[in-house]
């Protein structure tokens, strides 16, 4: 390609509204320009390595076995109304109607349509397992975006759903992906870490995140310092076990009894709520035994929260409660809110976790509140295997190693479903008996644009990026800096050509520039080599080449370049 003919509007100055690094260089190098909030256009630059990203994705997904498809973006909204996230999905969900009055969304994931596909497809054991993946483009209406491509609402993302007919093949389906997504993280060349994304109680290793390490992450992770254990885990999630696994005794505790509380508004008005504002930072809903969502935790100001919540929901009695209301009211050493009956495993650690960090208890569906859990006498204390935030004084809860607490970005997220789709959806095949049977599920994710934006943010320095050859926009950048010295130009035309039949990924800067614009481009932009051809070199029978990273400058032959090059 040469630079003359093509498009690379480079800025001199990062607009004030790019806050990282990843961010500005994007914009300075003229990769991606924004549309409206979270928004962007990919320029020719950023489509070249947003490609590369998918391509190497594609790849390792085809050689797990999985199999590309493309569905739709707009998705109806009855089939989200199936599996009950029409009412839970929140804002993020972004719903509109036809012209029939029908409802719709833009797919911020796709498990209702991948379930309704195979479903209407798949009807024998015969044809499971069967892992279907796309490269396509998601919309969620982020309550804050920000950061560029590392938190879009318009994103570029591959999702893949497994279907199998039993636990040991849904088991295996995950751990394919999982070492399928190693392999797409090695192979471009990031500092990663697969971290654990569930509180670890319910089996541990059901869902896990890959993290690229970077400062600006929005994650932290906790990581064993033991090379050999290899725990680690997303401190939102991360948790460790009381000194002994037991929980206190507390023998003077009265008999756990459900109590009545005041009907008050329902959750998911409240997630409605959460998710419209960043400031109330709700995150964690708690579900019951069937998946239902029974009760949030808001964090924030208690008084203004209760104002908001009761303007917004128009309701006239809100239950607030505080943490110490609460430990107070359920009279155990943690307390919790719900029908009987709970994943109380899930609940109480989540409470543990929030109740020392000025979390607030309230949104109960009402006649639902339990009091006076006791661990290990109400439930198993096995269930509770965690029940308290990892700090970095604590050892490894696996080994006992030293814990350290590093920054990370979410740039994939493997999960199984089970059979939450299958089950509410009705996506059943003939097992070896004739017997019909939900498939379970898996789902897989990775955020093909923000990949671009972590290299970035793993890869730069002051003059720009650095970004790993596999991804980069080019990979060689070929400059002439002859001035009016017809002899270099020819000689850079010659090279270019060359280059370019050998099939090296080369951008030739022919533009009428002075070096030092070529220089400061090719920095910002940065391929991983840049090809520097003189009129002293020239005369030398000598070119260039600066190695990105390193900055170390190598003298190679003219004399027979191509054939040394390759
Ligand atoms: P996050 O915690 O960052 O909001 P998520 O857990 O909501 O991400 P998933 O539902 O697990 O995201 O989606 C799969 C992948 O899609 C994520 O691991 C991430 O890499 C990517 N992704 C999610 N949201 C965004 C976004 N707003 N912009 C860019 N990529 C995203
Ligand atoms: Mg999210
Ligand atoms: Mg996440
Ligand atoms: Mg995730």
Same mark, same amino acid.
């Given at each position: 390609?040469?630079?003359s003919?093509?498009?690379?509007p480079?800025? $001199? ?6 806050e990282v ?10 990769m ?16 070249r390595s ?14 797990a ?24 999905y ?11 009055d029908?409802?719709?969304?833009? %797919? ?13 497809e ?9 892992n ?17 491509l ?7 993302m591959k ?6 007919k ?28 697969a971290?654990?994304?569930?509180s ?5 290793s ?11 992450? /929005?994650?932290t ?15 939102e ?20 009894? *459900? ?7 329902t959750? *998911? ?13 709700v $995150? ?8 239902e ?7 924030g100001?208690r008084?203004?929260?209760?104002v ?19 430990? *107070?009211?359920? %009279? ?30 309230g ?14 006498r ?5 269930q509770?295997?965690d ?16 814990? /350290?607490f590093?920054k ?7 999960? !199984?479903?089970? =059979? ?62 002859? %001035? ?6 020819? !000689?850079?035309? /010659?090279?270019?050509?060359?280059l ?6 080369? =951008?030739?800067d022919?533009?009428n ?9 090719a920095d ?5 080599m840049?090809?520097v051809?003189?009129? $002293? ?14 900055? *170390?400058?190598?003298?190679l ?10």
């Amino acid at each position: 390609m040469r630079l003359s003919r093509y498009y690379i509007p480079t800025l $001199k100055e990062s607009p004030a509204e790019a806050e990282v690094i990843s961010h500005k260089i994007l914009l300075r190098a003229g990769m991606i320009r924004k549309l409206t909030s979270g928004i962007y256009n990919y320029l020719p630059m950023g489509l070249r390595s947003l490609n590369k990203v998918a391509q190497i994705v594609r790849e390792e997904m085809d050689s797990a076995g999985a199999i590309e498809v493309l569905m739709p973006t707009v998705q109806p909204g009855d089939l989200w109304k199936e599996s009950g996230r029409w009412e839970f999905y929140g804002r993020e969900l972004l719903r509109f109607k036809d012209r029939h009055d029908r409802d719709y969304c833009l %797919g911020p994931t796709h498990e209702e349509v991948i379930t309704d596909l195979v479903r209407g497809e798949v009807r024998s054991y015969k044809q499971l397992p069967l892992n279907l993946y796309q490269i396509q483009t998601k919309f969620r209406d982020e309550v804050r975006p920000r950061f560029g491509l590392m938190r879009g609402r318009e994103f570029v993302m591959k999702d893949a759903y497994s279907f199998d007919k039993d636990e040991a093949g849904a088991e295996e389906s995950y751990r394919l992906m999982y070492e399928a997504y190693k392999r797409i993280f090695q192979r471009i060349g990031l500092k990663f870490r697969a971290v654990r994304a569930d509180s670890g109680a319910i089996g541990g290793s059901f869902s896990h995140e890959f993290m690229v390490l970077a400062e600006t992450g /929005e994650d932290t992770i906790a990581v064993c310092q033991n090379e050999s254990c290899g725990y680690a885990a997303n401190l939102e999630k991360a948790a460790t076990m009381d000194p002994g696994g037991q929980c206190p005794a507390q023998t003077d505790v009265p008999a756990m009894e *459900e109590v009545a509380t005041p009907e008050q508004h329902t959750v *998911e008005q409240v997630c409605e709520f959460l998710q419209a504002d960043p400031s109330a930072l709700v $995150k964690t809903l708690l579900f019951d035994a069937d998946g239902e969502p029974v009760a949030a935790l808001v964090r924030g100001d208690r008084e203004l929260n209760e104002v908001k919540l009761r303007n917004l929901l128009g309701a006239n009695e809100l239950h607030m409660a505080t943490p110490e209301q609460v430990r *107070e009211w359920s %009279g155990a050493p943690v307390g919790f809110a719900g029908p009987a009956g709970l994943k109380v495993q899930r609940l109480v650690a989540d409470f543990e976790l929030r109740l020392d960090q000025g979390w607030i208890a309230g949104a109960n569906k009402g006649d639902a509140h339990v009091k006076n859990l006791h661990l290990g006498r109400d439930a198993q204390v096995e269930q509770f295997a965690d029940l308290r935030m990892i700090t970095p004084e604590d050892p490894c809860p696996e080994c006992g190693g030293r814990i /350290e607490f590093w920054k990370g970005i979410e740039v994939g997220h493997v999960f !199984k479903l089970g =059979l939450k789709y299958s089950e509410a959806m009705s996506a059943t095949f003939l097992d070896e008996n004739g017997k019909d049977r939900p498939m379970i599920m898996g789902c897989y994710g990775i955020g093909v644009s923000r990949i671009m934006a972590s290299a970035i943010e793993q890869n730069n320095d002051d003059g720009g990026a650095i970004f790993p050859p596999s991804i980069a926009p080019f990979e060689v950048c070929l400059m002439a800096l002859g %001035g009016k010295d017809q002899s270099v130009v020819d !000689k850079a035309e /010659e090279l270019y050509t060359q280059l370019t039949e050998a099939g090296i990924d080369v =951008l030739y800067d022919d533009r009428n520039e002075r070096p030092g614009v070529k220089f400061n481009d090719a920095d910002l932009i940065g391929y991983p080599m840049q090809l520097v051809l003189g009129g $002293k070199g020239l005369k030398n029978g000598i070119i260039e080449a600066k190695d990105r990273r390193t900055g *170390e400058r190598t003298e190679l032959p003219l004399d027979d370049f191509i054939n040394n090059f390759t």
